[in-house]
Structures are given as C-alpha cells and as structure tokens.
C-alpha cells in the first residue's frame, strides 16, 4: 500500500484526540534522567539503535490519513542529538519519528507525540533505552546487538481506540461533574506556554510503607496527600476537587506489551470533609471508588463509552496523577542522580519510581513552588520522608530547530 507515493509499512489504526494536542502543542510527554558522570555518546547512540530494534515504531515516520495514523520509512538515519531544548517529536532534529532522543551534558531525554506512547509505554521504553545505555557503557557491544529481539508492531502499538469490549455487563460510568462544583486554583496556570515544573524526591520506603499499612496503591495515596496540600493552601475554600487518575487498560484487554495510549484518567472527587477525616477513613472512600473502577466490567464500559461519544477530559481543570511505574535499569549501573517526567500541561503530577527513591514530578503553573513546599510538609506529617525539594524551573521546548 502506497500513500502520496510513499510505502505505508503499518497501519496503525484510528488516532486519537491527542493527534491534535501532539502536531499544536509545543512540549511532549518526555523523561529525563541526570547521571553522575557525562553521557557516553557511543553508548547511547548504540543504545538507541537497540531500541529501534526492539521497538520499530521508534524508527518509522508517522502521519495522520482519513483519521488514521500510517507509519512509513525515512531515508534519514534517526540519532541521539545534543541539545538543550526539549526536542518535538517528528520534528528536524527526530528526523520526522514520533520519538525524539536528546542528550546534554549528563542528561538524557526521551520525548514521544502521546500519540504513539501513553506514560507507561514512554516509561517502558526509556527503561530498555536505560538498561542498554549501562550495558554498552560498562561492557561494551559485543554479543549484545544478537540478544536483542524485535517486537511486532502489531503488539507494541494497540491504542485503546482499537480495543473492542466483548463479554461484559455494562456499568454505570461517572462522569466529570459540573465546573462550577469544583475548585481549581487560579494560579495554577502556566504563562504564555511555558511550562514550568518541580520535584519531591521521597524516600521509597517509607511511602510504600503507608500503602502497606492501609492497602492503599500509590496513586490512590499519591491522590489524598495532594487533596490535603491543596485544602492547606487554600483553608476557606468549600468545593470539591477532582482528580483524573491515569487507569491502565493493557492487563484487561490482554495487549500488556504495547506502548502506544492504552490508559484513560478516571475522575475521583474528593470533599473537604473526606479530606479532614482520619487518613485511613479517606483512603478508605478512595480505595472504594477505584477498586470499582478497576474492574474488567468497568473499564470495558468506560473504553465502550469513549469509543462512542466525544467524552470530555477535563486538562486544565482538575490534577491528572499518573503513576507511570519503575525506571529499571537492570543490574549494570549508570549512575542515576535524577528522575523528571513532563508535558504540555499544568495540574499534573507523575509519581516515578527509581530503586529506593520515588519521585514526584508536579506542574501546578505559576505556583508549582508553593504547591512543592505545602505538599512537603503534608507528606512529611504523614509519614513519607521528604529527601530533597527541586526547584521550578521552566522547560525550554524546541520552536524551529534544536541547539547543537
């Protein structure tokens, strides 16, 4: 099949709403780590073929036709470029992929149009980029490139716009509920489309700890510190807030290897008085709602529903938490000092674990220092001990060209 002259290698199917958000939007859904000593170029660029062994997708051309997104072949070779600034996916310095590897100094970046992959496939994929990088530094190439195997496309890339409900009772979906119930601060917006950002860095066990000792999972945790920072920071305030908490979709359809957008948040609203009772009592409300919404009949009715109608995702109204998983490298170190992920977006955190630290990645706008500091010490009275606070700072995002 030939599209514009142009040999289509896969068809990946119907795109979704981010498709839009990915070609209008000027920073991505990227990870980025710090290391101890400066990047290894030969390393990462062999790194990064590996990951176009494993994962194709990396190396093919994407574009949208009729409402579907083509994959095709490009005669310029996809490498690891030097840069300062955020680099867009299918841009000059991707080389037209939807992944986009960048390195500066002693930090390494791996940005992807959403599109193509959600925060876990991202996630998935820069830990396999991660693992070779420490393997191909510490040992060298030989005898690694024969072990690594390719994956299918037709695995690696399912969005749940490809998924199809079969054999479930329909449920009751919640929706997001009117605005005006809920409370959103109006200070938590970025300004003229710059991005800012921050981190917690939290001692892992510590926080895992409190997830034991009341069963609650680290997003439901993660979602009823944060209510409390936001009602510490703003004492009179009486609505309710609502949280979109990222519901991975893989396990249930049986598609667990694929990268491409296989999750949806799932509205959580929470009320002053919740947030006020013991600890235990609110994670107990929290757990109840999610435990529902993790059901196979649930969460087969709700991609039945967005695959119907044009369902609202409220972005810039109420905090999306994703808990993206581990950054596993393996047993070959590389000497990771720092862990970030971002996007295009304010109000949202990314809780990332990395060996015995947990990261949490906050964009609360304007005021992501405030929110930092009020949510430390939330965390700490709790019980989660706070190793260190990074400052905001704002990402600088490619316009035209990188920075070599």
Same mark, same amino acid.
């Given at each position: 099949?030939?599209?514009? !002259?142009?040999?289509?290698?896969?068809?990946?199917?119907? *795109?979704? #709403?981010?498709?839009?958000?990915?070609?209008?939007?000027?920073?991505?859904?990227?990870?980025?780590?710090?290391?101890?000593?400066? /990047?290894?170029?030969?390393?990462?660029?062999?790194?990064?073929?590996? /990951?176009?062994?494993?994962?194709?997708?990396?190396?093919?051309?994407?574009?949208?036709?009729?409402?579907?997104?083509?994959? *095709?072949?490009?005669?310029?070779?996809?490498?690891?470029?030097?840069?300062?600034?955020?680099?867009?996916?299918?841009?000059?310095?991707?080389?037209? $992929? !939807?992944?986009?590897?960048?390195?500066?100094?002693? %930090?390494?970046?791996?940005?992807?149009?959403? @599109?193509?992959?959600?925060?876990?496939?991202?996630?998935?994929?820069? %830990?396999?980029?991660?693992?070779?990088?420490?393997?191909?530094?510490?040992?060298?190439?030989?005898?690694? &490139?024969?072990?690594?195997?390719?994956?299918?496309? @037709?695995?690696? &890339?399912?969005?749940?716009?490809?998924?199809?409900?079969?054999?479930?009772?329909?449920?009751?979906?919640?929706?997001?509920?009117?605005?005006?119930?809920? *409370?959103?601060?109006?200070?938590?917006?970025?300004?003229?489309?710059?991005?800012?950002?921050? $981190?917690?860095?939290? %001692?892992?066990?510590?926080?895992?700890?409190?997830?034991?000792?009341?069963?609650? #999972?680290?997003?439901?945790?993660?979602?009823?510190?944060?209510?409390?920072?936001?009602? *510490?920071?703003?004492?009179?305030?009486?609505?309710?807030?609502?949280?979109?908490?990222?519901?991975?979709? $893989?396990?249930?359809?049986?598609?667990?290897?694929?990268?491409?957008?296989? #999750?949806?948040?799932?509205?959580?609203?929470? %009320?002053?008085?919740?947030?006020?009772?013991?600890?235990?009592?609110?994670?107990?409300?929290?757990?109840?709602?999610?435990?529902?919404?993790?059901?196979?009949?649930?969460?087969? @009715?709700?991609?039945?529903?967005?695959?119907?109608?044009?369902?609202?995702?409220?972005?810039?109204?109420?905090?999306?938490?994703? &808990?993206?998983?581990?950054?596993? /490298?393996?047993?070959?170190?590389?000497?990771?000092?720092?862990?970030?992920?971002?996007?295009?977006?304010?109000? @949202?955190?990314?809780?990332?674990?990395?060996?015995?630290?947990?990261?949490?990645?906050?964009?609360?706008?304007?005021?992501?220092?405030?929110?930092?500091?009020?949510?430390?010490?939330? &965390?700490?009275?709790?019980?989660?001990? /706070?190793?260190?606070?990074?400052?905001?700072?704002?990402?600088?995002?490619?316009?035209?060209?990188?920075?070599?």
């Amino acid at each position: 099949m030939t599209v514009n !002259g142009r040999e289509v290698i896969y068809n990946g199917g119907p *795109f979704q #709403s981010y498709w839009w958000a990915d070609e209008h939007e000027p920073v991505h859904p990227a990870i980025s780590v710090k290391l101890s000593d400066e /990047v290894d170029e030969k390393a990462l660029s062999l790194a990064w073929d590996g /990951v176009k062994k494993v994962y194709p997708l990396a190396d093919l051309v994407p574009d949208d036709y009729d409402e579907e997104i083509l994959f *095709f072949e490009s005669g310029e070779r996809s490498v690891p470029q030097e840069s300062k600034e955020h680099l867009l996916p299918a841009g000059k310095g991707a080389a037209g $992929r !939807g992944l986009v590897l960048s390195w500066q100094t002693n %930090s390494i970046t791996l940005g992807a149009y959403r @599109s193509l992959a959600d925060e876990t496939g991202l996630m998935r994929i820069f %830990s396999d980029l991660m693992k070779l990088y420490s393997t191909f530094r510490n040992r060298g190439s030989k005898d690694i &490139f024969p072990t690594i195997a390719e994956k299918p496309l @037709s695995e690696i &890339f399912v969005q749940s716009t490809m998924l199809v409900p079969e054999d479930y009772e329909p449920q009751k979906i919640a929706l997001y509920p009117d605005l005006r119930e809920l *409370f959103t601060d109006p200070e938590a917006l970025n300004e003229d489309g710059k991005i800012v950002t921050g $981190r917690l860095l939290m %001692s892992a066990s510590t926080f895992d700890g409190i997830c034991t000792s009341t069963g609650a #999972s680290p997003e439901e945790l993660l979602a009823c510190l944060l209510a409390k920072t936001i009602y *510490f920071m703003h004492p009179e305030e009486k609505r309710q807030l609502c949280f979109g908490i990222m519901t991975d979709f $893989r396990k249930v359809f049986g598609v667990q290897e694929t990268v491409a957008p296989c #999750s949806k948040p799932m509205p959580l609203l929470l %009320s002053r008085e919740d947030v006020d009772a013991s600890m235990e009592m609110a994670l107990k409300k929290i757990s109840e709602i999610r435990n529902n919404q993790k059901t196979e009949a649930y969460i087969k @009715s709700h991609v039945a529903m967005e695959n119907t109608y044009a369902v609202l995702n409220l972005r810039n109204v109420c905090t999306w938490i994703n &808990f993206t998983g581990s950054l596993d /490298v393996g047993d070959a170190p590389c000497g990771i000092t720092d862990v970030s992920m971002t996007e295009y977006s304010a109000n @949202s955190v990314f809780l990332i674990r990395e060996g015995e630290r947990i990261y949490l990645c906050m964009q609360y706008g304007l005021v992501t220092g405030k929110y930092l500091q009020a949510a430390s010490g939330v &965390f700490e009275q709790a019980g989660v001990h /706070v190793i260190d606070i990074a400052d905001p700072y704002t990402l600088c995002a490619e316009t035209a060209m990188p920075v070599l």
